[in-house]
């Protein structure tokens, strides 16, 4: 693909924006340098990689990735022998741990609801050295800070600096805050060349004997190492250079051991970059609400409520663009700004966007097809330097085009031939057109010449199109109209300026027959088009509408069928304990009776009498326990009733009977239509206390949630018990949506908070944070 092209279409754009939605540093210039490919079994693959992407990330969340330095200039070093520095090796420390937390994240994927085949070769180099992952971890952090646990030399060598400079302190503090203080011109210890310094007073310098390291501008300070303390400072010292020896020999040893998985190494960096720079792909698309293009192998477009990616949605409007299907040519005519250039640019760009792998911003089921080149000649590339007019300036851009154009090749051409004389410009353009069309180029020009339409009327796979115009605003509809060429409206519009009638009447008859049959062909042809139109989008809309409206219905009657079963279920379950609670009662009596065979006296066998009466009783009139009344008590309620509406969890009142089984029902400022299985009667209170009471508690509840948990710097057991307890009482101020911040770390705090997460029937569902929103640091949790 021509660079060329690229800058005309301002691609760059869009590899930007891509660019800011990658996580790692590497995605990030892999997403920059982004070029669309020729080949169409590598489209196909790319699109079918952001696919799965896009799928993964609507059905189970981004993968859990953070930024990351590039391993490539690390593992070069290593194959020449170089030794790495902490921060390096930190840095393949954590690549290694992003690829072990994204092959669990994956593994986890339900392969029924999600094909990932397009990208098992990427996942599939996740291979991780375990070895050298667990010497990395015991040895250093990602920042690349060496751990005691490094080595047990490492560990001694610390714990005597430790108790050293504790020793030093104590010293030193002796002669800040003792009898000597009053020989110091501050109470303080200081630090020169590395070592624990006082500042002593010029005059009281032979007081503590020692060195001096430094003095003060004006020489009254002297910066003194006591010589109590000159023994301690060579031990911290030589103890400090001992730590740098053997922080060096663990960095050579951690060196050779990632030596030995370079090729790995590269394998996995490139393979976690690879990743992410598919789900900024899927970010975007998910940005630009774009669609999967469908690919065809002969070259033809057919872009469905197509936009323009670089303008606002709120502002551009789609279009239906068609090209290869009937016709292989197409003729944009209409007025000045009324949207001809950025329907060519919107073709192109769509058409590069879909070559990249990228989804296009179009309607689902539009078609692509996958060309060598796009060449295009769009804008006024006029060179003072060259001495080039408008005109010389796109005959050049053409002539370039028409060197290379063949039946693989999409040109994209902006007012053809103008900039010079009109008659000889019209027979310039012609002559190039029937060029372009030997060549079985796909083609789509813009053009004023009137010669031009007939040219799209009288050549086969040629069609003309134009930009509508709404000649009682004066102003573009940027709508195109594939079929009618467009016209001039210089007569509507002067006379909606208010020109003189008879002064447009002349012109109109100083116009030769020809040219006005045919703009009166094609206002006709307008007319008719645009009526036809507005009926297909008026019976879209309501058939779009008649769908919805039925899908919204089937879910209400849904919901009701599992409310009513819910609470049959319910009633049944409670009837079923108060029965096994009674004959449970029954059993105990005749056991007692058993036990007291012979001596059962005549008292007792009456009283047992009458509690197996009152059981028999109670078993038979089983419909009428508190259970049962409440659930009949349901469907027997009456305008003006206090009731508690189930699906809501509020109380209102009944205010009108809309139905057999519906009531319309007030709470607080809204009113709601319910059946009468969906809501309780409330007996015995007053209309105004509980409503109260519920909209107090449920405030005072809210007002104490935090949305926010933060466990980092926790203890494991602390953590959890924390998260325990934010949990419940989340869940009874009423939040929905909480956020667990956890950090990175070791992994023991997140695995945890997973792990609990996972086990409570109380979560929905839960994922990492955005990456702006503190990535796999943070777990966004919904609570059912």
């Known amino acids: 693909m021509n660079d060329k092209i690229l800058k005309t279409l301002e691609f760059s754009k869009i590899t930007q924006r891509l660019a800011g939605q990658a996580i790692t540093a590497p995605a990030k210039e892999r997403a920059i340098n982004l070029k669309p490919s020729g080949d169409f079994a590598q489209v196909e693959l790319s699109l079918k990689q952001t696919l799965a992407l896009v799928n993964l990330l609507r059905i189970k969340g981004q993968l859990p990735l953070t930024d990351f330095e590039d391993v490539r200039p690390s593992t070069k070093r290593l194959r020449i022998k170089a030794n790495l520095?902490?921060?390096?090796?930190?840095?393949?420390?954590?690549?290694?741990?992003?690829?072990?937390?994204?092959?669990?994240?994956?593994?986890?994927?339900?392969?029924?609801?999600?094909?990932?085949?397009?990208?098992?070769?990427?996942?599939?180099?996740?291979?991780?050295?375990?070895?050298?992952?667990?010497?990395?971890?015991?040895?250093?952090?990602?920042?690349?800070?060496?751990?005691?646990?490094?080595?047990?030399?490492l560990a001694h060598l610390r714990h005597d600096l430790k108790s050293n400079d504790e020793e030093i302190k104590v010293r030193m503090?002796?002669?800040?805050?003792?009898?000597?203080?009053?020989?110091?011109?501050?109470?303080?210890?200081t630090i020169r060349d590395d070592r624990y310094v006082i500042p002593v007073k010029q005059e009281y310098r032979a007081k503590f004997g020692g060195v001096v390291h430094d003095q003060s501008a004006s020489g009254q300070t002297l910066f003194v190492e006591p010589g109590a303390v000159l023994s301690l400072n060579n031990r911290q010292q030589n103890l400090l250079a001992q730590e740098r020896q053997e922080i060096n020999r663990i960095l050579r040893q951690l060196s050779d051991l990632a030596r030995e998985e370079v090729v790995r190494l590269d394998a996995i960096a490139t393979a976690l970059t690879e990743l992410d720079f598919l789900q900024a792909k899927a970010h975007l698309a998910r940005a630009m609400k774009a669609t999967e293009p469908k690919l065809n192998q002969k070259h033809e477009l057919n872009l469905l409520q197509a936009r323009h990616p670089l303008i606002d949605p709120e502002k551009v409007l789609p279009n239906d663009i068609r090209l290869g299907l009937e016709f292989d040519t197409m003729l944009i005519t209409g007025p000045n700004t009324g949207g001809k250039t950025i329907t060519l640019k919107t073709t192109g760009l769509l058409q590069l966007m879909a070559q990249a792998g990228l989804f296009i911003p179009a309607a689902e089921g539009s078609q692509v097809g996958v060309f060598k080149d796009i060449c295009a000649d769009i804008g006024d590339e006029q060179s003072i330097e060259q001495s080039l007019s408008t005109f010389s300036s796109h005959i050049n851009d053409i002539i370039q085009i028409m060197k290379k154009v063949d039946d693989q090749t999409l040109v994209l051409i902006d007012e053809i031939g103008a900039g010079t004389d009109p008659e000889e410009g019209a027979s310039l353009a012609i002559s190039i057109l029937d060029f372009l069309r030997k060549k079985k180029a796909k083609i789509m020009v813009t053009t004023h010449y009137p010669e031009l339409k007939l040219y799209g009327y009288n050549r086969s796979r040629t069609s003309n199109a134009s930009m509508e115009f709404d000649v009682k605003t004066l102003s573009p509809?940027?709508?195109?109209?594939?079929?009618?060429?467009?016209?001039?409206?210089?007569?509507?519009?002067?006379?909606?300026?208010?020109?003189?009638?008879?002064?447009?009447?002349?012109?109109?008859?100083?116009?030769?027959?020809?040219?006005?049959?045919?703009?009166?062909?094609?206002?006709?042809?307008?007319?008719?088009?645009?009526?036809?139109?507005?009926?297909?989008?008026?019976?879209?809309?309501?058939l779009d509408r008649s769908e919805k409206l039925a899908e919204k219905l089937q879910q209400a009657l849904d919901w009701y069928n599992q409310r009513v079963q819910k609470q049959l279920e319910f009633a049944q379950e409670r009837a079923n304990e108060v029965v096994a609670k009674k004959r449970k009662?029954?059993?105990?009596?005749?056991?007692?009776?058993?036990?007291?065979?012979?001596?059962?006296?005549?008292?007792?066998?009456?009283?047992?009498?009458?509690?197996?009466?009152?059981?028999?009783?109670?078993?038979?009139?089983?419909?009428?326990?508190?259970?049962?009344?409440?659930?009949?008590k349901r469907h027997h309620v009456t305008v003006g009733d206090r009731v508690k509406v189930l699906s809501y969890g509020q109380v209102g009142t009944i205010t009108k009977r809309l139905g057999e089984h519906q009531y319309e029902v007030q709470m607080g400022i809204i009113k709601v239509k319910v059946s009468d299985r969906d809501v309780e009667k409330i007996s015995g209170e007053t209309k105004t206390k509980p409503q109260k009471m519920v909209r107090a508690t449920s405030a005072n509840r809210r007002s104490n949630a935090r949305s926010e948990l933060d466990l980092r710097g926790q203890r494991y057991e602390e953590a959890m018990t924390n998260l325990d307890r934010y949990i419940d009482s989340v869940l009874l101020a009423g939040l929905d949506v909480v956020t667990i911040i956890h950090g990175i770390g070791t992994g023991a705090i997140r695995k945890g908070v997973w792990q609990y997460l996972a086990s409570s029937s109380h979560v929905k569902s839960y994922n990492y944070a955005p990456a702006n929103e503190g990535g796999n640091g943070a777990t966004i949790v919904h609570l059912k």
């Not at 992003?98 to 609801?113: I, M, P, R, T, Y």
């Not at 109109?508 to 007319?527: A, F, G, P, Y």
């Open 477 to 542: 509809t940027y709508r195109l109209q594939i079929g009618i060429p467009g016209h001039s409206n210089a007569f509507a519009i002067a006379r909606r300026l208010g020109m003189r009638e008879d002064v447009v009447k002349n012109a109109q008859e100083l116009m030769s027959d020809e040219n006005s049959d045919i703009n009166t062909m094609i206002m006709r042809l307008d007319k008719q088009t645009k009526a036809a139109t507005d009926a297909r989008n008026h019976l879209e809309s309501s």
């Open 585 to 632: 009662k029954a059993d105990q009596i005749i056991a007692k009776l058993e036990e007291q065979h012979g001596s059962v006296k005549q008292n007792e066998v009456i009283a047992a009498k009458g509690e197996f009466n009152q059981l028999a009783k109670q078993e038979e009139n089983l419909a009428h326990n508190k259970v049962l009344q409440r659930e009949k």
């Open 173 to 189: 503090d002796a002669y800040t805050k003792g009898s000597s203080s009053k020989y110091l011109s501050e109470q303080i210890v």
């Open 85 to 153: 520095n902490a921060k390096e090796l930190g840095n393949i420390l954590l690549v290694l741990v992003l690829a072990n937390e994204v092959n669990s994240f994956l593994a986890d994927v339900n392969g029924e609801q999600l094909n990932l085949e397009a990208i098992t070769g990427i996942v599939a180099e996740l291979d991780v050295p375990e070895m050298l992952l667990n010497e990395l971890k015991r040895a250093l952090d990602f920042d690349g800070e060496i751990l005691d646990t490094a080595s047990s030399n």
